[in-house]
């Protein structure tokens, strides 16, 4: 059991995991958090809803003092990720270059544990930039001679999400109609961003060594009805329109020509309509974790007063 008040290191904890993160890991009585993060909004945002948290600004992908914070740590919880953008640099730079760098501060320092955030397109059927990267990243953590454990979990959602479900959300609170491709029966396994934490958390306090956790939601729900559940969980009047796969694709490459950082990308829909059937462990058996139904989670994450109008940037 590890001492509630040694410091945790959290490296892109300004996201959405972290964000949560922080709420749980204060919630269950952690005392000396450290969080480290390159988005200056996002960031300002931990440090107003947390003013007690360590909340340090910097560029991972950059050699900087911010390494020194990894000095006395108990265990780094790695979360930062580049997960959408234009280019290839952009997730080289952030998923592979940033990890290096982070890896090393906590050899140098001499860190018992580390706590790796995957994600299951590592063992997806998706060929993009995000899933490559990502299995690079995971392959660096597992060689690097560090003690850790990793988590792969499956498309997120919950509170502060700037993208995917909440941006979703958002959109269909906005619009009169919403546009849904093809006829919307893919598959999605939704995993609810509370319950994993709960699981990071179990892992912290555990300290598994070398094993490897693919986190799924439990709940196997088509597209189209997720965004359904979220329309009756908002109370919504907004009309589902479905619009065929190739023109829904290609009005997405044009808004990215016109958008610096498209909510939803082309590679995004292949990934949501590729098929994908995950397999996780028993979260309940493996990290006493049950899961919250899917409609409760849903209205939890878009309705509660705390934290469902704070909206992180992209």
């Known amino acids: 059991m590890i001492d509630k008040n040694a410091k945790l290191v959290l490296t892109g904890a300004a996201g959405l995991v972290g964000q949560n993160l922080i709420v749980e890991l204060k919630a269950q009585g952690y005392t000396n958090l450290v969080a480290i993060d390159k988005h200056k909004y996002n960031l300002g945002v931990l440090r107003q809803l947390h003013p007690d948290v360590q909340a340090i600004e910097a560029d991972l992908a950059e050699p900087g003092a911010w390494a020194d914070a ?3 740590a108990a265990c780094v919880i790695q979360l930062h990720a580049q997960i959408t953008g234009k280019s290839t640099g952009l997730f080289t730079r952030n998923n592979i270059d940033a ?3 982070v890896l090393d501060a906590a050899r140098r320092h001499a860190t018992p544990y580390l706590v790796h955030i995957s994600s299951s397109v590592v063992v997806s059927v998706a060929d993009d930039d995000y899933t ?3 299995k690079a990243q995971e392959k660096l953590v597992v060689e690097s001679g560090l003690t850790h454990c990793v988590l792969r979990p499956t498309l997120m959602f919950g509170w502060f999400d700037p993208k995917h479900l909440g941006w ?6 906005k619009t009169p109609v919403f546009p849904i491709p093809g006829n919307g029966r893919y598959m999605r396994q939704p995993l609810y961003e509370r319950d994993f934490c709960r699981c990071i958390v179990r892992c912290v306090d555990a300290q598994p060594d070398g094993d490897i956790y693919d986190i799924v939601g439990d709940t196997r729900i088509d597209y189209v009805d997720i965004i359904k559940t979220i329309k009756r969980a908002k109370g919504l009047r907004t009309l589902i329109v479905h ?3 190739g023109l829904f694709y290609l009005l997405l490459k044009t808004y990215a020509l016109f958008s610096g950082k498209p909510p939803f990308t082309a590679d995004q829909l292949k990934a949501l309509t590729a098929g994908d059937d995950f ?4 979260t309940e058996k493996t990290f006493g974790v049950r899961q919250t139904p899917f409609a409760d989670a849903v209205k939890e994450s878009y309705c509660d007063p705390r934290y469902s109008k704070i909206v992180l940037q992209r």
Do not use: E, Q
């Open 99 to 101: 990890t290096k760098l």
């Open 243 to 245: 619009i065929p796969y």
């Open 279 to 282: 397999k996780g462990v028993d």
């Open 70 to 72: 990894f000095a006395g």
């Open 168 to 173: 979703l959300s958002r959109f269909m609170a």
């Open 132 to 134: 490559n990267t990502k």
